[in-house]
């Protein structure tokens, strides 16, 4: 029996030809979906929907089953139809823990080591008075962390962030539980919640 797959996220051909190969069954067609909803002809047929933020009329597609996002988010489709359907809806959350908490980190250590202020003093072609002091690194070593919010992403940048030896604080919408009960890469993050030095709940947060 083929299963009708529609993908309207932005993948490679790539991409394309390694997801129609899992199986002879899978028909898998690339289309867009215009600012009303919806996409060219009739897709009556269709089981399966990879999408970024809309998906198909319930009426144009009777046999949608399964509606992947393409983010870790789907807050933009509470408010469609599919949201109180039988129709599985699931994310990406986190895939992207590896290569977000790399980037944190990136940033982090540009910070400490005054990168940005290189660049400038590069582009200026000069060199400052009392560069020495200018350029003096931080070390992260003892620094603290905050992180608010413990998801996937804010696991993995705990995860890298205690290879410099730092505290690290984070909120938690429920701090009592503190194991990641969604999708963990093996060997990434911290899927038991051993790593922060303290769990604050939200409501602990203060922004001013």
């Known amino acids: 029996m083929k299963r009708h797959v529609l993908i309207t996220a932005p993948i490679p051909d790539t991409l394309l030809e390694r997801i129609a190969s899992v199986s002879p069954d899978l028909v898998v067609e690339r289309d867009t979906l215009p600012r009303d909803g919806r996409p060219e002809g009739l897709l009556s047929e269709v089981e399966i929907h990879y999408t970024t933020d809309r ?42 823990a590896p290569n977000i908490g790399q980037y944190v980190v990136a940033q982090l250590l540009a910070w400490a080591n005054r990168v940005p202020r290189w660049v400038r003093v590069q ?16 070390e992260l070593a003892g620094r603290t962390l905050g992180i608010i919010g413990y998801g996937s992403i804010g696991r993995e940048v705990a995860r890298l962030a205690r290879a410099f030896n730092m505290t690290i ?17 093996p060997g990434f993050g911290d899927p038991a919640g051993e790593l922060p030095t303290r769990i604050y709940p939200a409501e602990a947060l203060r922004c001013e």
């Open 55 to 96: 998906t198909l009329p319930p009426e144009q597609s009777p046999r949608l089953r399964w509606v992947q996002g393409h983010w870790a988010g789907v807050n933009n489709l509470v408010d469609t139809p599919v949201w109180n359907s039988d129709v599985l809806l699931t994310t990406t959350s986190g895939i992207h």
């Open 123 to 138: 582009q200026g072609g000069q060199w400052p008075a009392g560069r020495r002091d200018a350029f003096l690194p931080d």
């Open 169 to 185: 604080l984070v909120t938690k919408r429920d701090a009592r539980h503190v194991e990641d009960i969604g999708y963990t890469l």
